[in-house]
């Protein structure tokens, strides 16, 4: 054999087969896991490739410590008025490394119970980092793992902006804020969505001055305008600045901070000790993009492109969750993976993105599902409308959070729900159930023959429900 031929054949050897498999699902997160094990329990030898923990962005550094800490946040934040519910308490002080302490063993007992479902259902976890090399295979490290489908799973990373690149110190992302041992004193949240608007309530209850700045014109702009309005009052009221219809124009690094010097709606300057950029998200879409040649296409924010069957370009690769820049939901991807999971063994299912809620683990909390007022009126609907606020809720009085309503938005010619808003506590957990409705494409009036227990939040969704048809017990007479 020539010297070249040898060199060529030792480059090749480098690259050892690890295993076959039925399934290769690369990455851990909620749709990752979640599309292992259902592949596993419909049969498949499955392998799991995962670069850095089980349970991805959300489990680690995203949904789950983020609720752990806004739940003290809450508690606090109650405990502070603690005399408006018959208790006196004496030197109350937040003691952060307790409290992440308490965040990291939440993170290890679902780390641990994922590790646990891998084992029962025989799944193998690979650790390294992955590159889909050709249809039915995948590069880690120096080996090579073989499967007839592929399932990619590999999230996303928060998106940074010109000069306001993370550097850990005044500068950080949601990584870095899961992580602070002291509450800072000023901080700027930048990016009033799900994220910015989460970590600028937790602070707030910690007693930080907060500025909430937003490029669009209401925080959380994916909700319902009108609900947003009635959030950004709230946040408001309890202490923090926000400035929404404004962005960041200039940048000024400080030795003890940063001086922000803001235009739009809302301009002037800031000077903050901290800033957060919650910006969004980016894909981690470079797994398959490293490839050209398996002609997998990406979208303008790089979301690999799939069809309904979650289906990429190349044959037998399926995409799901964050890198798909759909939903960008932890449930949105473990609904993505059910379809990819049982299309890439053998079945034959669609995704259905008509009916996906959403949840602003704020305070109070801000959820969804479905149309919101404005785009169901661009889609061409006759709209109706029915609302109910908290103010006339028997339960929300009981327990302080009367700060609030819930929305319904219907088809007038059919009277079919379009969707339905909630700004509540625990808005979060009564979503479901508009879902369930919306999902079975129930008409706003089977929610006013459905009983509802009293005294409970819940009522509110059927007071809107009365609302709609103008017969809410407990709203007043709309003027006519």
Not at 112 to 121: E, M, P, Q, T, Y
Not at 250 to 275: A, I, N, Q, S, W
Not at 410 to 435: F, K, P, Q, R
């Amino acid at each position: 054999m020539s010297v070249k031929k040898m060199a060529r054949y030792n480059r090749i050897t480098e690259i050892e087969l690890m295993a076959e498999y039925d399934v290769a699902v690369i990455g851990a997160g909620p749709g990752g896991y979640v599309a292992a094990i259902r592949c596993a329990q419909r049969g498949a030898k499955v392998a799991v490739i995962e670069r850095r923990y089980l349970g991805g962005v959300c489990l680690n550094v995203g949904c789950i410590p983020t609720k752990t800490l806004i739940y003290t946040a809450e508690l606090y934040r109650k405990m502070t008025h603690a005399e408006d519910y018959g208790l006196k308490i004496k030197d109350l002080r937040l003691d952060m490394p307790a409290l992440l302490q308490r965040k990291n063993k939440v993170v290890d007992i679902n780390t641990g119970g994922i590790a646990a479902l891998f084992k029962a259902n025989g799944i193998e976890h690979i650790h390294g980092e992955a590159v889909v090399t050709a249809p039915g295979r995948i590069r880690v490290g120096k080996e090579e793992v073989a499967a007839k489908k592929i399932i990619v799973a590999t999230g996303g990373r928060p998106a940074q902006l010109k000069g306001l690149e993370f550097n850990g110190k005044t500068i950080i992302g949601s990584t870095r804020a899961l992580e602070l041992t002291e509450v800072p004193k000023r901080i700027a949240v930048i990016g009033a969505g799900a994220l910015g608007a989460e970590f600028a309530c937790i602070w707030n209850a910690f007693g930080a001055e907060v500025t909430l700045i937003e490029a669009m014109p209401t925080v959380l702009p994916r909700e319902d305008e009108e609900i947003t309005k009635r959030m950004e009052s709230v946040f408001k009221k309890r202490g923090m600045d926000v400035r929404a219809g404004t962005k960041v124009a200039k940048v000024e690094h400080r030795d003890k901070g940063v001086r922000l010097e803001l235009e739009g709606k809302k301009d002037g300057k800031v000077e903050v000790d901290m800033v957060l950029v919650a910006v969004g998200l980016e894909c981690n879409s470079e797994v398959v993009t490293q490839t050209p040649s398996l002609g997998i296409k990406v979208g303008p924010r790089g979301g690999i492109l799939v069809n309904e069957h979650l289906e990429t370009d190349a044959p037998g690769i399926y995409a799901i969750g964050d890198v798909i820049d759909k939903t960008w939901l932890a449930h949105g991807a473990s609904a993505e993976a059910i379809v990819a999971a049982t299309n890439a063994t053998g079945g034959n299912r669609k995704m259905d993105y008509r009916v996906v809620p959403a949840c602003n683990f704020t305070s109070p909390e801000v959820a969804s599902v479905g149309l919101t007022e404005k785009k169901a009126r661009e889609q061409g609907y006759e709209v109706k409308v029915g609302r109910f606020m908290y103010a006339g809720n028997g339960r929300a009085h009981a327990i302080g959070e009367t700060d609030g309503m819930v929305k319904i938005v219907g088809d007038a010619a059919t009277d079919e729900i379009l969707g339905v808003h909630i700004m509540s506590a625990e808005a979060g957990e009564m979503i479901a159930a508009a879902a369930l409705a919306m999902s079975m494409e129930a008409t706003v009036e089977e929610i006013v023959h459905t009983i509802h227990t009293h005294p409970t939040l819940s009522e509110a969704i059927l007071e809107a429900a009365e609302d709609y048809y103008d017969m809410g017990i407990h709203t007043r007479p709309k003027k006519k």
